[in-house]
């Protein structure tokens, strides 16, 4: 199996091409290269081994709680002192204080070099936006420093049995007993719900007020530690689900049992507190679309390149790679990952400009959608590479494309992303949101007359929906057209800057306007 070799200079290389457009973010493109050189020879030296034996170990549910696989402590321990888990947190709260695009590059080579661990430190940087965005100075002042320290972990506790995406189904209990807040309910699907790695874990819990409103407005989120005063707080682990991938990131059903917490924000207003991690989640997920796309394309491009199958036109022992079709599929994710990959940091650039945060709500369910499909479809192409090989266990193609495959379905499923787009994505701002992606597309396709051509069609298609009175049912259809407006776009427009050809070459860009994204072909029509 090939050794785990992070992205840095496709990375490194991307942020030239978009750092013109960061001067005011506080992104400085030297920091950035030192920490994410840095943190792509921890990952490849102490976070990737880790990634095989978490999927033949997995997690056990025992008397004493979740218990991880034993080699994963002692990497968290360098992880927590090396400042990791701070990277974007205040400097005055413990943390390094940098921006989210340099976070992303982390993010994305922690993906690759081990899914399951990264899923359960990753929720920690959305966890302290929420405490810095909505928690009171006492609440930061207490909560973040052990957050950024590495001293706890965190998690976002929406589901339950009888509520997935329909938040409004909520039926757990939040009453105030004495002035102190109290939990009672079950939660399922919860990542990190609880492990032996960290000291101790913040949970974030939407749950319904005795005398709120039904539905959405109902909820409120409230920070619940697993340990209150040094003792253990009332929440109890059921079960530990088994699962088709990420088998070291254990995967909770719990029970809150009048368990101590203390609200964050503004009773009611748990749903929109809540988003600032669902946000960041959704990002982070696509970055692991990404790292799942980047990191097949590296396994399979080296096992091609040394394996030897049939002859050339000379009659010499030819290497998979010469095969047409291999090439063909090796191009594929390349690209996918590439131009995921540019989609995150696009979309991260303007979130940290500050001045459209309509337009990166726009954005973010494209990234999601579209690099999750990148990483499976990805991992899918590998497993061909490899032939019969792929199809074992040898190779960890297998394993790439069974960790893969949950990244389409957590933090909103790819189909309720695709409603929203539809139903309340084309409204935001009274649809100014829709007007800037129109005017982005515009701008990203303007030297390329076929992608403005469809630009254009993305208009009247999107002035159809506007008129429908059932618009859900256009909700997949419209999501794949505009993201792969989005992606091609952007990577034709970044391959007409100077040294964008060097990343974005011809053959590449040929093979993402042939690539098999589903987009009905009536609308792409001019």
Not at 53 to 80: E, H, N, W, Y
Not at 408 to 433: K, P
Not at 462 to 487: K, N, Q, W
Request: hydrophobic share 40%.
């Amino acid at each position: 199996m090939a050794e785990f070799k992070a992205p840095v200079e496709d990375i490194l290389a991307l942020h030239v091409l978009l750092s013109a457009g960061w001067s005011d973010t506080g992104f400085d493109a030297e920091t950035a290269a030192t920490v994410i050189s840095e943190f792509a020879r921890f990952a490849e030296q102490q976070i990737a081994p880790l990634n095989a034996i978490g999927d033949s170990t997995a997690c056990q549910l025992t008397d004493t709680g979740v218990k991880m696989p034993a080699s994963f402590r002692p990497v968290f321990d360098m992880l927590a002192a090396g400042g990791w888990q701070g990277l974007g947190a205040a400097e005055c709260y413990g943390g390094m204080g940098l921006d989210k695009i340099t976070a992303a590059g982390v993010s994305e080579i922690f993906s690759g070099a081990c899914h399951a661990l990264q899923m359960v430190c990753n929720l920690v940087p959305g966890a302290i936006d929420i405490l810095e965005h909505y928690g009171t100075d006492t609440q930061k002042q207490r909560l973040i420093p052990p957050l950024a320290e590495g001293r706890w972990l965190s998690t976002m506790c929406l589901t339950e049995p009888d509520a997935g995406s329909d938040l409004s189904a909520i039926r757990c209990i939040a009453e105030q007993v004495d002035d102190i807040w109290q939990i009672t309910g079950e939660k399922i699907f919860i990542s990190g719900g609880d492990q032996d790695v960290s000291g101790s874990i913040l949970h974030f819990v939407l749950a319904r007020t005795q005398d709120g409103a039904q539905g959405l407005s109902g909820l409120s989120l409230f920070a619940v530690p697993k340990h209150r005063n040094g003792q253990p707080n009332h929440i109890e682990i059921l079960r530990i689900e088994d699962k088709l991938g990420i088998h070291a990131s254990p995967t909770c059903h719990m029970r809150f049992e009048r368990a101590q917490a203390e609200l964050i924000g503004a009773e009611g207003d748990g749903l929109k507190v809540m988003f600032t991690l669902m946000n960041h989640a959704r990002i982070d997920v696509a970055l692991q679309g990404v790292a799942h796309a980047q990191h097949a394309h590296a396994l399979s491009a080296d096992y091609a390149a040394g394996r030897i199958q049939g002859r050339n036109k000379d009659r010499q022992p030819a290497y998979l790679d010469q095969h047409a079709d291999i090439g063909r599929m090796l191009n594929q994710q390349r690209i996918l990952a590439l131009g995921g990959r540019a989609m995150c940091y696009y979309t991260l650039g303007l979130l940290e400009q500050k001045h459209n945060p309509e337009l990166v709500e726009f954005l973010t369910p494209l990234c999601k959608v579209f690099c999750s499909e990148a990483g499976i479809y990805s991992a899918d192409l590998g497993i061909q590479v490899f032939g019969g090989y792929g199809y074992l266990k040898d190779y960890g193609i297998e394993q790439l494309w069974r960790d893969a495959r949950i990244t389409a379905i957590y933090e909103g499923a790819n189909g309720i992303h695709g409603r929203a787009m539809v139903t309340r994505n084309l409204r935001l701002a009274q649809g100014r949101a829709a007007d800037d992606f129109a005017e982005l597309l515009d701008m990203l396709c303007a030297d390329t007359p076929h992608l403005l051509s469809r630009a254009k069609r993305w208009r009247e298609v999107r002035r159809m929906i506007d008129a429908c009175d059932t618009p859900e049912r256009y909700g997949h259809d419209f999501t794949r057209l505009s993201a792969y407006l989005f992606v091609h776009g952007l990577c034709h427009y970044l391959s007409s800057e100077p040294g964008g050809d060097a990343l974005f070459t011809p053959a590449l860009l040929q093979t993402l306007d042939t690539m098999p994204w589903p987009v009905r072909a009536d609308w792409l029509a001019g």
